[in-house]
């Protein structure tokens, strides 16, 4: 067992784990963040997805030893932020949540492409998506949410 030391949502969290243990179960099973989810384990669908130091990465395939002094960022941290409600208002309204169950990792990937690009086009918006499956709603509503959420949050980003 390691102690590690990183920031979850603007908290700092110190906690015993293995260090070959996977962030996915690190943040489900030891700090009870339920919005990361479990699909495929593979880092194919992106349904565990979070943000690692601003990047979005698939939370099955890191160990729990490389997150010493970073910043993770899940849903339950992003919907406490202005920016996150502007973007989860923006999913709501366009109708881009069915199921649920990649929510929470379209959410902080739509984080990512607006911080990255706050007018991003629907070309940008659908090659940053690509490592995000959806099987109930279709991608065309995800886009205009994330489209949306650019126009409406303003300065946020």
């Given at each position: 067992m390691d102690r590690l030391l990183f920031t979850l949502n603007n908290n700092k969290v110190e906690i015993?784990?293995?260090?070959?243990?996977?962030?996915?179960?690190?943040?489900?099973?030891d700090l009870d963040m339920k919005s990361v989810k479990e699909g495929c384990g593979e880092g194919e669908c992106g349904a565990c997805a979070v943000l690692k130091?601003?990047?979005?990465?698939?939370?099955c395939l890191i160990p729990a030893g490389t997150i010493p002094g970073s910043n993770i960022t899940t849903l339950e941290g992003l919907r406490?932020?202005?920016?996150g409600k502007c973007i989860i208002e923006a999913f709501a309204d366009a109708g881009a949540?069915?199921?649920?169950?990649?929510?929470?990792?379209?959410?902080?990937?739509?984080?990512?492409?607006?911080?990255?690009?706050?007018?991003?086009?629907?070309?940008?918006?659908?090659?940053?998506l690509a490592g995000n499956l959806c099987r109930c709603t279709g991608y065309d509503m995800i886009v205009t949410a994330i489209m949306s959420a650019a126009e409406k949050g303003g300065g946020l980003w």
């Open positions: 015993s784990v293995s260090p070959s243990k996977r962030l996915i179960d690190v943040l489900r099973d130091d601003g990047l979005i990465v698939t939370s406490e932020t202005e920016r949540v069915q199921c649920g169950f990649c929510t929470p990792g379209m959410v902080l990937t739509a984080e990512y492409i607006l911080n990255k690009n706050n007018h991003p086009n629907e070309d940008e918006i659908r090659k940053e």
